[in-house]
């Protein structure tokens, strides 16, 4: 194996070489050489090491060739020969701008409208209806949820859409929608409210034709715009859920779905905790469909499909 440059911690790569073996270099030496960058053991371990300390998200060793697919871009885009390259910009003085990219590259931003519909049902008929009815006990008029890890927007407009349509008299409430990302090019594209046709299948028939406007191309590429009444209850920030959080007031109910599964466990068990610290009691916190806060934490208690309830 090359050894890797200086520039980059040496640590890093005595790790990656002392858990390589003689058959793996072998096994893997055909694929590396097919490829237009060459890219070591070294190099991932490097990158995998930098983005478990940023964003908290571990990239396990069958993720190396999504690394390689998703850098190899930025690579072409930098003029850079090599990984090896690559590994000591980001070490460099000049690192701390390349980052960002590296971090919105490497972060998986799946998603789609009214996904996982049951979560959208349950804010519905249950999470709202509660709100409605600490009002009524003579609490003030407010409605706050959170959308933590939104990546382009369909989440969180989903959740505006379903709001908008059970709250008739939304007009008398202080209702606000917080949606965050750690990727910053995903919260560009989600402020902007504009998606190709095929995306909005999956709203409720009723709830497109209400909040989404045709965009009309000349060359064919028509788009769907998310009406300004549902654009006006959110607001997007980037947000990096390992770092300090900004948010004084407490939730009716957060959103993160498809986010945890990309932390260690003592990340998840932390960021859950910070979740119920966040929530109303009694909030509710909706988790992915692969989610679990089992042997996690205490302050919550399951009480749906991926539906969890703090418990004090």
Known sequence: MTPPPDPYPRSAAAAASGRATAARAASSRGLADSREFRFEAANFTFIADLLRRLAGIHLAAHKREMVYARLARRLRTLGLPDFDAYCALINSDRGADEIGFLVNALTTNLTAFFREAHHFDHLANVALPEVRARVGAGRPQRLRLWSAGCSSGPEAYSIAMTVLANVTDLGRWDARILATDIDTAMVATARRGEYGIDALQTVPPAFRDRFARLLRDPTGQDRLSIAPEVRRLVTFKPLNLLEPWPMS???????????????????????????????????????????????????????????????D
């Open 249 to 311: 007031g407490l939730f009716d109910a957060i959103f993160c779905r498809n986010v945890l599964i990309y932390f260690d466990r003592a990340g998840r068990s932390g960021i859950a905790d910070r979740f119920a610290a966040l929530l109303v009691p009694r909030g509710f916190l909706y988790l992915g469909h692969s989610e679990s806060l089992f042997g996690l934490t205490d302050r919550f208690r399951q009480i749906g499909q991926t539906i969890y309830r703090r418990s």
